[in-house]
């Protein structure tokens, strides 16, 4: 298995641009996360769902970012617009009872 | 709620020095505990879980006990090589109705020769 796999791995927009992040989980995986990571407030959990359902979606920062999860196979995260402070890294994991599997992230950079 | 917490870092070990990380957790139910590593670049890696009240995960020579006592999942390792250099991220995470993933805020590990 090819593990998660996320695109872009590294994304520069600019401010008010719309970014979208993508994200191929492991077959067979039930659950999504998806992860911001900065140096100031480490690995926040922004959204996760469950059978592409969305469970959790309260560290979701503000209305200019969503997360869509179409089917078994396919997520994404987009924000718009964009804006300076959500420069970070992305990452991605799906998950089964073995445990949680990350993607090598998408780091964003909004100037 | 819910949380983990960590003790802060960094952590600076000479090479074959013995490493004890802290983590303890706060839980309403019975969640499976984890430590995750890392490395500078790269996504998070699953090092080692345990799913329930005194078990021991181990992995790579690193190993952690679950305390449910104590609240604890500290994660040790007897000889630290250069290469171990990487931030450790303990977390908790329910299996049953919502599989949600929490994690502390990280712990760097820098090791000199």
């Known amino acids: 298995d090819a593990g998660v796999i996320q695109s872009p791995r590294h994304e520069v927009t600019e401010m008010g641009q719309e970014v979208t992040l993508r994200c191929k989980p492991i077959?067979?995986?039930?659950?999504l996360f998806w992860y911001r990571q900065t140096m100031m407030r480490g690995l926040e959990l922004l959204i996760y769902?469950?059978?592409?359902?969305?469970?959790?979606d309260s560290g979701m920062p503000e209305d200019r970012f969503s997360a869509k999860m179409p089917n078994a196979s396919f997520s994404t995260l987009k924000i718009q617009p964009s804006e300076p402070r959500d420069s970070a890294v992305y990452f991605c994991?799906?998950?089964?009872?073995?445990?949680?599997?990350f993607g090598q992230g998408t780091r964003l950079t909004v100037v | 709620g819910d949380s983990v917490t960590q003790m802060e870092g960094p952590v600076t070990l000479s090479e074959e020095a013995f490493l004890t990380i802290n983590c303890t957790y706060t839980?309403?139910?019975?969640?499976?505990l984890f430590w995750y590593v890392q490395y500078p670049g790269e996504g998070l890696q699953l090092l080692l879980k345990?799913?329930?009240?005194?078990d021991k995960g181990s992995n790579k020579g690193f190993e952690a006990t679950y305390r449910k006592e104590t609240t604890s999942f500290h994660l040790e390792k007897g000889s630290v090589q250069v290469s171990d250099s990487a931030v450790y991220f303990c977390?908790?995470?329910?299996?049953?109705?919502?599989?949600?993933?929490?994690f502390g805020t990280g712990t760097r590990l820098q090791v000199f020769p």
């Open positions: 345990a799913t329930k009240a005194d």
């Open positions: 839980a309403t139910g019975y969640p499976s």
């Open positions: 769902f469950n059978n592409n359902v969305p469970i959790d």
């Open positions: 077959s067979g995986h039930n659950s």
């Open positions: 994991a799906s998950s089964s009872p073995a445990g949680a599997f």
């Open positions: 977390a908790l995470r329910y299996l049953l109705n919502t599989d949600k993933l929490i």
